[in-house]
Nanobody, 128 residues
Framework: QVQLVESGGGLVQAGGSLRLTCAAS????????MGWFRQASGKEREFVAI??????????DYADSVKGRFTISRENAKPTWYLQMNNLKPEDTAVYYC???????????????????WGKGTLVTVSS
């Protein structure tokens, strides 16, 4: 009943920028965690960024590999969140997935298995 849809992926040169959008629909409006993961060819899915709703206080966290370059943000009026990606590098090439957990699951976690809902992914390709 909950559907997440990513958009904004594409081909970009190294040093360029993209903004990914995750739009959620269904019976759930608020989520405890809203985040982004990515999976490069031949590798495991890895954490990228997350924003946590902890009693109306929001916390963000990022993978070390994207700190200072990527920014996660969300809309207050609708279940939509973003990943602004700046200074993209070829090693950022991957399928990017948005993910969310139920409102009660707002604890600190960057593990894919702690997410409840997933989008189908959007491909980001960074050329050199």
């Amino acid at each position: 009943q909950v559907q997440l849809v990513e958009s904004g992926g594409g081909l970009v040169q190294a040093g360029g920028s993209l903004r990914l959008t995750c739009a959620a629909s269904g019976r759930t409006f608020r989520y405890g965690r809203m985040g982004w993961f990515r999976q490069a060819s031949g590798k495991e899915r890895e954490f990228v960024a997350i924003i946590r709703d902890s009693g109306e206080i929001y916390f963000t966290d990022y993978a070390d590999s994207v700190k200072g370059r990527f920014t996660i943000s969300r809309e207050n009026a609708k279940p939509t969140w973003y990943l602004q990606m700046n200074n993209l590098k070829p090693e950022d090439t991957a399928v990017y997935y948005c993910a969310a957990s139920g409102i009660q699951r707002s604890g600190s976690s960057s593990r894919p298995e702690d997410m409840d809902y997933w989008g189908k992914g959007t491909l980001v390709t960074v050329s050199s």
